[in-house]
């Protein structure tokens, strides 16, 4: 395998994880807002089908999630509190944060 193959698979893996990852984030934003209707008008909404729905409901459970369907409002909900955070964001700053600060002028 030649090293221009092996990137543009770890480029296609990537965009990959991106994705699945995106989808994960408006799967949350729905159950959020309680907004996403039967199973049927959800997989519409996320724009897969019904089984892929299903599937990135069965991971979002396998990393905590306590997602539960909630008949009487007609959407998926946490029956919990929870927050789902994919990437990278600025922590409090720290005594040595505020150093490295000053370093970097």
Known sequence: MTVSTLIFNLQF???SIIKQVK????IDQLIRLEATGS???FATKIGVS???MY??????KELGAPIEYAIT???FVYAEVVGFKFGF???ESSPAN????VLTY
Do not use: C, G
Request: glycine letters at 0%.
């Open 55 to 60: 599937r990135m409901i069965s991971i979002m």
């Open 98 to 101: 505020q150093f490295r600060k």
């Open 89 to 91: 964001y600025v922590k």
């Open 39 to 41: 199973p049927e008008e």
């Open 23 to 26: 989808l994960i984030e408006r």
């Open 50 to 52: 019904k089984t892929k």
């Open 13 to 15: 893996i990537m965009n």
């Open 73 to 75: 409002l007609q959407s």
